[in-house]
């Protein structure tokens, strides 16, 4: 390619030419060749298909930094031919991979013919990830890595509310912690589909970057979904309180809220997925990845992310805490240290910067904030 110009991400340099790439998504490709990693170091292997490359730059970081023993990069756009296969030079020189121009499904649908399945199946769409999902199972192998992303948080986040019911079968509410609500979408979609062929889904790590959102999630050989997992999430507009709901609890639940001697009914979104956003020891393992690798950046987004893992299903942000108590809004980092020292658990989270993750209700947090 003549006078092309070289942009240059961490090992990789590749060209862009008229195909997408996003500088602001670098974090996301971090945090994929990092989990990549991660798996290879364990299992000793790692093939990858990329069923929607763009510029390949995704593919060109797994092969230079996670080691990938095979690359499978896939665009449906043929016009992209001549940028994707030059930055994949190396790739396709060695013979580690192959560049196609098809559809994923069709991919997919291949891999399944051919039993062929990947280590790690990256899914970067463009708006919802669902039609790919169920087909995705397909090409996984048990026990490895699917990579989705979402850039549709609208139907999620309850704006689109019929919307989401027709891309997730959930229906989401609008309320402060929606960016989470998403995430739990998505990953909850992903179980059900799962567990209609007999497997298994667990979420990696989780993570919102302002825009977009991107789940790491590993097939397991079982089904894992359950009514402790699967369910919905309760939000009372009149005092802000949340409440995990199983199917069980459907109907029997009301908000009693004591200063009014009044029981409200909850505003309710779902199914999805109730359990934990991360998992705390395989993203304790890629954050050491990327302390040797000096990412600073992506070291303390990982803390955070390993310090959020365990708390329930949503967060409370500082405006609302402010807002119902009556009360200036409190620092951040007061309030997680004033709930610790009331023997409550407390921590950022990465989701929303002004916001906190804890097993107080917001009532008690709005009783510490005052203190302060």
């Keep these: 390619m003549k006078n092309k110009i070289l942009i240059c991400e961490e090992k990789a340099s590749f060209t862009v030419g008229k195909t997408f790439y996003r500088p602001q998504s670098k974090i996301t490709r971090d945090l994929g060749v990092l989990a990549a990693s991660v798996y290879k170091k364990k299992h000793g292997n790692l093939r990858v298909l990329d069923v929607m490359t763009g510029c390949g730059i995704r593919s060109l970081r797994y092969y230079l930094e996670s080691d990938a023993d095979y690359i499978w990069a896939n665009d449906s756009n043929p016009e992209n031919q001549a940028v994707i296969e030059d930055n994949l030079s190396d ?46 199972l397909w090409g996984t192998k048990i ?84 009514l402790d997992n699967y369910g919905f999430l309760g939000y009372c507009h009149h005092c802000g309180e949340y409440q995990n709901i199983s199917y069980q609890q459907l109907g029997k639940l009301t908000c009693y809220y004591q200063e009014e001697d009044k029981a409200y009914n909850y505003t309710i979104s779902g199914p999805m997925w109730l359990g934990n ?3 705390k020891v395989y993203l304790k393992t890629m954050q050491n990845l990327a302390i040797n690798l000096k990412w ?10 390993i310090n959020e893992s365990n708390f329930p299903s949503y967060f ?57």
Excluded: W
């Design 277 to 279: 956003l991360h998992n």
């Design 296 to 305: 600073t950046k992506v070291t303390n987004l990982l803390s955070t992310m």
């Design 91 to 136: 790739i396709l020189q060695n013979k580690k991979g192959k560049v196609t121009y098809q559809n994923a499904n069709n991919i997919f649908f291949n891999c399944s013919n051919n039993k062929d399945y990947y280590d790690l199946v990256d899914v970067d769409a463009f708006g919802s990830p669902n039609p790919y999902l169920i087909t995705a």
């Design 316 to 372: 409370y942000t500082l405006g609302e805490i402010g807002k119902r108590g009556k009360l200036d809004i409190p620092k951040r980092s007061q309030l997680i240290e004033n709930l610790e020292n009331h023997g409550f658990q407390a921590t950022n989270t990465h989701i929303n910067p002004q916001a906190i993750k804890t097993n107080a209700t917001l009532k008690q947090c709005i009783q510490i904030a005052k203190e302060l």
């Design 143 to 226: 026990g490895g890595l699917i990579y989705v992303t979402s850039t549709d948080g609208r139907k999620g986040t309850g704006h689109l509310p019929e919307k989401c019911l027709q891309t997730y079968g959930s229906y989401g509410r609008s309320h402060p912690a929606a960016q989470e609500q998403v995430l739990r979408l998505i990953i909850g979609s992903t179980l059900q589909q799962a567990a209609t062929l007999g497997l298994g889904i667990e979420p990696i790590f989780s993570f919102f970057s302002g825009k977009n959102y991107r789940v790491m999630l590993r097939l397991l050989p079982k089904i894992n979904l359950s």
